[in-house]
Nanobody, 117 residues
Framework: QVQLVESGGGLVQPGGSLRLSCVAF????????MGWYRQTPGKQRELVAR???????YYSDSVKGRFTISRDNAKNAVYLQMNSLKPEDTGVYYC???????????WGQGTQVTVSS
């Protein structure tokens, strides 16, 4: 089992940057595919970025070119660097860890990101 703790959210002006961090507590962090999801009121949680076990990445079209996901297996951590932030990036960001094709699927508690002037 894995516990995920996010940090780094906050209030930022449009065009600004934030870096989200997610630290995993548990064993075998390196076997988990890690992702970041975003949820806004009234909408379903959506995948923003994901990094596979082998290092391959996926980004939603809305953040491609602005956000970068990275991981440090030695620190049991995954990061989301968010640049050129827009008001529509506002939401609660959740860290996710999963082992593909298994029931192992874990979520952090979420961190609020607000982009506003």
């Amino acid at each position: 089992q894995v516990q995920l703790v996010e940090s780094g959210g906050g209030l930022v002006q449009p065009g600004g940057s934030l870096r989200l961090s997610c630290v995993a507590f548990g064993s075998r962090f390196s076997i988990y595919s890690m992702g970041w999801y975003r949820q806004t009121p009234g909408k379903q949680r959506e995948l923003v970025a994901r990094m596979a076990i082998g290092g391959g990445t996926y980004y939603s079209d809305s953040v491609k070119g602005r956000f970068t996901i990275s991981r440090d297996n030695a620190k049991n951590a995954v990061y989301l660097q968010m640049n050129s932030l827009k008001p529509e990036d506002t939401g609660v960001y959740y860290c996710n860890a999963q082992i593909p094709r298994t029931p192992d699927n874990y979520w952090g508690q979420g961190t609020q990101v607000t982009v506003s002037s």
